[in-house]
C-alpha cells in the first residue's frame, strides 16, 4: 500500500488540467504568422507542395497546409509557425491566414447549430472514419483519450457503431473506395448529427488533391460543422475545436 501511494506521488498528475491553456513542447508548428516583408511572392507560392499559398497578397490556407515547415525555412523573414494549437474553426474561410494576421484562429457563431449545444453541449459520442487515411490522425485522434488528454472528462467519446454515435469524425482524403462507406456510416448516425473533418486530408485533400483516386464527393453534399487542420491533427487542437463547437467554457 504504501509502495502504491509512492508510486502515485512520484508520478505527479498525468492529465492535462487545462487543456485550453496547455503550452506545447518541442517542434510543434502551430499557427503561422505571415510578416508584412517584400518577398518573391511566386517563388514562395511554388515551394508549397499543396498550394497552400495564394499570392498578392500572401496568404495561407491551413486547410491545405501539410505543416512541412519549407516555406519558413526557405522564407523565414515572412513566415513563422508559432505554437499555437488552436487551429480549429467551423468556417472554412477563417482557416486562411492572411498578412499581417496574428489573432487567434476564429469560430463563426451564426454557423454553430443551436441543437449542437442543446443536445450534445454534455455528451457528444463520436465515430471515427478513417476514409483513406495514413493512419496518424487516427493515432492523434486515440491520443486525445489517452490519460494525458483525456477528452472523455468532457463528455466527448468515441463509439464503436455509428448508431451509437452523434457525429462522424473523417480522416483521410476519402478515397473512391471508402467513399460509400462514409455515406453509410453517416447515414447509420441518428439525426442530428455533426461532421468534423480532422486533418489537412479530410478538409482538402492534401497532397492527394488531385488524384483520380479520391471521390469527395460527400462533402458536396452535407455540412461541415468543424474543421481541425493539422498534418497529423495535435490532440489539443482536436480537443479545443469541439470544446468550441459545444460551447464549453474556456475553449478558444
Ligand atoms: S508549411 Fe504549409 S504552406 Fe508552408 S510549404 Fe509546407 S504545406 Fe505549404
Given at each position: 500500500?504504501?509502495?502504491?501511494?509512492?508510486?502515485l506521488?512520484?508520478?505527479g498528475?498525468?492529465?492535462?488540467?487545462?487543456?485550453?491553456?496547455?503550452k506545447?513542447?518541442?517542434?510543434?508548428?502551430?499557427?503561422?504568422?505571415?510578416?508584412?516583408?517584400?518577398?518573391?511572392e511566386?517563388?514562395?507560392?511554388?515551394?508549397?507542395?499543396?498550394?497552400a499559398?495564394s499570392?498578392?497578397?500572401?496568404?495561407?490556407?491551413?486547410?491545405?497546409c501539410?505543416f512541412?515547415?519549407?516555406?519558413?525555412?526557405?522564407f523565414?523573414?515572412k513566415?513563422e509557425?508559432?505554437?499555437?494549437?488552436?487551429?480549429?474553426?467551423?468556417?472554412?474561410?477563417?482557416?486562411?491566414?492572411k498578412?499581417g494576421?496574428?489573432?487567434?484562429?476564429?469560430?463563426?457563431?451564426?454557423?454553430?447549430?443551436?441543437?449542437?449545444?442543446?443536445l450534445f453541449?454534455?455528451s457528444?459520442?463520436?465515430?471515427?472514419?478513417?476514409a483513406?487515411?495514413d493512419?496518424?490522425?487516427?493515432?492523434?485522434?486515440?491520443s486525445?483519450?489517452?490519460v494525458?488528454?483525456?477528452?472523455?472528462?468532457?463528455?466527448?467519446?468515441?463509439?464503436?457503431?455509428?448508431r451509437?454515435?452523434?457525429?462522424?469524425v473523417?480522416?483521410?482524403?476519402?478515397?473512391?473506395?471508402?467513399?460509400?462507406?462514409?455515406?453509410?456510416?453517416?447515414?447509420?448516425?441518428?439525426?442530428?448529427?455533426?461532421?468534423?473533418l480532422?486533418?489537412?486530408?479530410?478538409?482538402s485533400?492534401?497532397?492527394?488533391?488531385?488524384?483520380?483516386a479520391?471521390?469527395?464527393?460527400?462533402?458536396l453534399?452535407?455540412?461541415?460543422?468543424?474543421?481541425?487542420?493539422?498534418n497529423?491533427?495535435?490532440p489539443?487542437?482536436?480537443?479545443?475545436g469541439?470544446?468550441?463547437?459545444?460551447?464549453?467554457?474556456?475553449?478558444?
Amino acid at each position: 500500500m504504501l509502495n502504491n501511494i509512492k508510486i502515485l506521488w512520484h508520478q505527479g498528475k498525468q492529465f492535462i488540467p487545462d487543456v485550453t491553456t496547455a503550452k506545447v513542447p518541442g517542434i510543434f508548428r502551430g499557427r503561422p504568422v505571415i510578416r508584412e516583408v517584400k518577398v518573391d511572392e511566386v517563388q514562395l507560392a511554388e515551394i508549397c507542395p499543396t498550394k497552400a499559398i495564394s499570392t498578392g497578397p500572401i496568404s495561407l490556407d491551413l486547410g491545405k497546409c501539410t505543416f512541412c515547415g519549407e516555406c519558413s525555412i526557405q522564407f523565414p523573414q515572412k513566415i513563422e509557425f508559432t505554437k499555437d494549437y488552436k487551429l480549429s474553426s467551423n468556417d472554412r474561410e477563417y482557416l486562411i491566414i492572411k498578412e499581417g494576421d496574428d489573432e487567434p484562429v476564429r469560430f463563426n457563431p451564426d454557423l454553430i447549430r443551436s441543437e449542437i449545444h442543446r443536445l450534445f453541449g454534455r455528451s457528444l459520442k463520436l465515430r471515427s472514419v478513417s476514409a483513406g487515411g495514413d493512419n496518424s490522425c487516427e493515432w492523434e485522434l486515440n491520443s486525445s483519450n489517452n490519460v494525458q488528454f483525456d477528452v472523455s472528462r468532457f463528455g466527448i467519446d468515441f463509439v464503436a457503431s455509428a448508431r451509437h454515435a452523434d457525429g462522424i469524425v473523417i480522416t483521410g482524403p476519402i478515397t473512391a473506395n471508402m467513399a460509400e462507406s462514409v455515406e453509410r456510416c453517416y447515414n447509420a448516425v441518428p439525426s442530428p448529427k455533426v461532421i468534423i473533418l480532422a486533418g489537412t486530408d479530410a478538409i482538402s485533400g492534401g497532397i492527394f488533391l488531385d488524384s483520380p483516386a479520391l471521390n469527395r464527393e460527400f462533402l458536396l453534399k452535407h455540412k461541415v460543422d468543424l474543421y481541425v487542420p493539422g498534418n497529423p491533427i495535435h490532440p489539443l487542437t482536436f480537443i479545443n475545436g469541439v470544446l468550441s463547437l459545444l460551447k464549453k467554457k474556456g475553449a478558444q
